[in-house]
Each structure stands twice: as structure tokens, then as C-alpha cells.
């Protein structure tokens, strides 16, 4: 285990709750992170902004973190917006090393027309809150980013809102919303990123490919 591996935090989905990432914990453990942290964001079924969600985000790091560690910010779903508020609005390009996010809604979806209470209005297509975070989407070349999806999503609709123009995109043959945290391929790719260095032969992982701005 390298003595330089930073720490992690896992930001959970809509309806979600930390208890979602416990097989994806359970992995990187196994494979000999010790310092992983997931945490509960309250209420987590968009009856708030994400901006308070990511303020809950952004406490959690003071009250966790020394100000001169840095960590892996992964984020699942509506968590990756979350993670993108406090990255792009609230100082947390400074603290993160690696940002991923695993099928997140990054130009919204359709989806969010299935509620009208704030959280969701704010992750339908062109909301005024996703313009305005990919009006500066070139912040997140500050960090080491990647973006996480599957074709097969039906959850984020259209589910190449996915992708963005920076960082590093990579699609795999999921074929659920839910199991991009529990499906082996997902785990596996995501512990390459962070810098695991397994196997790279795992079959139908599609290739990374950079996408310049």
C-alpha cells in the first residue's frame, strides 16, 4: 500500500443514503485504503438546494480534514453535482487531488420533472443552477477529473448529460443507475483511477478517451 494514498469521500445520490457505497467500501478496503469516509447529506430527497447540500459537504471536510491534506472526491449521481458545487463555489478545488463522478447529471435530466422541489428543479436540463456550473466547467481542470457513466442508465436521461468537455471520460456496460456502485467493472475502474494500478485486462471496460475544452 503506498504511504501516500489520499484519503477518500464518497457523496451519495438523491433518495441515497451512505449505506449505498458499503460493497464499493468494502472493495477499497480490501484492497488497503484505510481512510474512506461517506457521509449522510440531510434531507437527501431534493426538499433543499444542492448548494446546502454541498455546504454540509464543505463542513464535513473542516471538521474532518487537516487543512493541508488533500482527497479523492468521488461523487454518485446527484452526488457528483453536489461535489461540483463545492469544488466550483466553495473552495474545494483547493483540497481535492482526484474528482470522479458516476453518473452524474452534469447537463441535467429528465428525471427531475418527477419532482418539484428544489434539489430536483435545479438538476432538470438547462437549469439555471447547471448553466451556471458549466458556464465555468474549465474550473475543473484544476483537479484530476473523470467522469463515470453507462448507455444503459435510465435514471439520468439523456444519459450522456454524463459527459462533459474537460477531464476524462469512460463508459461502461452497467446496465443500471443504482449498481454503478456495486457492479464490479464500476469498482474496478474506479479503484484505477484512484491509483490501485490493477489489472488493466478487465473485460468491457471501454477506453478512457481525453476531451479538450
Not at 102 to 128: A, D, K
Amino acid at each position: 500500500m503506498s504511504a501516500s494514498r489520499s484519503p477518500i469521500l464518497l457523496i451519495h445520490g438523491i433518495d441515497d443514503t451512505a449505506k449505498i457505497f458499503q460493497t464499493l467500501v468494502n472493495d477499497l478496503s480490501d484492497r488497503g485504503w484505510q481512510d474512506i469516509h461517506a457521509i449522510d447529506l440531510t434531507p437527501n430527497n431534493g426538499d433543499v438546494g444542492l448548494e446546502e447540500l454541498a455546504a454540509q459537504v464543505q463542513t464535513y471536510v473542516e471538521q474532518t480534514f487537516p487543512p493541508s491534506t488533500q482527497f479523492d472526491l468521488v461523487g454518485f449521481s446527484m452526488g457528483g453535482i453536489v461535489s461540483r458545487y463545492y469544488l466550483q463555489r466553495l473552495g474545494g478545488l483547493e483540497r481535492v487531488r482526484r474528482f470522479v463522478t458516476l453518473s452524474s447529471p452534469h447537463h441535467g435530466t429528465w428525471t427531475g420533472y418527477l419532482r418539484s422541489n428544489p434539489g430536483s428543479r435545479q438538476m432538470r436540463p438547462n437549469s439555471e443552477f447547471l448553466q451556471d456550473l458549466n458556464n465555468t466547467v474549465d474550473e475543473l481542470t484544476a483537479v484530476e477529473f473523470t467522469s463515470v457513466w453507462t448507455p444503459f442508465d435510465l435514471m439520468i436521461v439523456p444519459s450522456s448529460s454524463s459527459a462533459l468537455p474537460v477531464g476524462t471520460m469512460m463508459q461502461l456496460p452497467v446496465l443500471a443507475h443504482p449498481w454503478m456502485v456495486s457492479d464490479p467493472r464500476a469498482i474496478a475502474t474506479l479503484t484505477n483511477i484512484l491509483g490501485e494500478g490493477i489489472d488493466d485486462s478487465i473485460d468491457d471496460i471501454a477506453p478512457s478517451a481525453e476531451i479538450s475544452a
